[in-house]
């Protein structure tokens, strides 16, 4: 069973930076596309960006400009850079990896973004 865990999480103000991080348990599994969504209280899960290992990346418009997704696909790890943080970005931040056959999820950090 792969595992994915997050870090990186935390309270920061407005305008501020944060950087997520996850990683899989299993290097050797062929993972298609790791993404970041998002949960914010009271809202459902929320797509935020998309690295797959062929083909483009994908960002939700509420994020673009200011989010950036990278990966290590030997490492089956991925980043998440977020700056210019606003209080609407306050979330559990949850990662996800896809491959062909399973759809593997993180527990999710929490970012809070005070203004």
């Known amino acids: 069973q792969v595992q994915l865990v997050e870090s990186g999480g935390g309270l920061v103000q407005a305008g501020g930076s944060l950087r997520l991080s996850c990683a899989a348990s299993e290097r050797s599994i062929r993972i298609n596309v790791m993404n970041w969504y998002r949960q914010a209280p009271g809202k459902q899960r929320e797509f935020v960006a998309s690295l797959p290992a062929h083909g483009s990346i994908m960002y939700a418009d509420s994020v673009k400009g200011r989010f950036t997704i990278s990966g290590d696909n030997a490492q089956n790890m991925v980043w998440l850079q977020m700056n210019s943080l606003k209080p609407e970005d306050t979330a559990v931040y949850y990662c996800?990896?896809?491959?062909?056959?399973?759809?593997?999820w993180g527990q999710g950090t929490q970012v809070t973004v005070s203004s």
């Open positions: 996800n990896a896809v491959t062909y056959t399973d759809d593997y």
